[in-house]
């Protein structure tokens, strides 16, 4: 199977979304209704006529593509801030449970030090987590490089591309990995 790429796609272009933005987006429609709800009974509380109320059924419509990379920028956050099971346990053993979700993280780096952190680049960490965990990412593009540039001096910091497997395109989308030394974690955004 072939994947194409593409280095840009219209704002406007209109992309096939996530399966969780359904679920996101039904949360999200679900608070709506909530204040809308409130809203009326407010309004009937004061003596005033509520508007008619109108019934909208949630559909898996599409999504653009900044939509789309807010999405895949939320999950990626999370896979990268919960540490791996394989942290915790030795999964040798296991090695179904090892690749499986029940070890979905990053390994743990809290307890590393930043020397240990200069002398060992995380990269190769990075992209097998991505590969492994984010599906959406199409894993012969994900790259990681250590950004040496001089406002990054002080920190450690990766930039993360890749493309996101798409109908009708695939999306380029880049990242900023920082590590973050009070908390030792990954701080991921979108650049």
Not at 3 to 22: E, G, I, K
Not at 37 to 46: E, F, G, I, K, M
Not at 143 to 167: A, F, K, M, W
Request: net charge negative; charged share 30%; glycine share 2%.
């Amino acid at each position: 199977m072939t994947h194409s790429s593409t280095t840009s796609v219209r704002p406007a272009d209109r992309l096939s979304p996530p399966l969780m933005h359904v679920f996101r987006a039904a949360h999200r429609d679900r608070r709506e209704q909530a204040r809308e709800a409130a809203r009326r009974q407010a309004l009937v509380r004061s003596g005033a006529e509520p508007e008619p109320e109108r019934k909208t059924r949630p559909q898996r419509s599409p999504i653009n593509e900044q939509e789309l990379k807010a999405e895949v920028e939320q999950d990626v956050a999370a896979l990268m801030n919960h540490v791996s099971l394989d942290s915790t346990l030795d999964l040798e053993s296991f090695p179904l449970v090892r690749r499986s979700i029940l070890n979905h993280g990053f390994p743990d780096i809290a307890n590393r030090t930043m020397d240990e952190l200069e002398a060992r680049d995380l990269d190769g960490e990075i992209i097998a987590v991505l590969k492994q965990y984010e599906p959406r990412l199409i894993a012969e593009t994900v790259r990681v490089t250590r950004d040496r540039s001089p406002e990054s001096l002080q920190e450690i910091r990766y930039i993360v591309d890749g493309h996101l497997l798409c109908q009708p395109l695939n999306v380029p989308i880049e990242f900023v990995a920082k590590f973050e030394e009070t908390t030792g974690k990954l701080h991921f955004t979108r650049r």
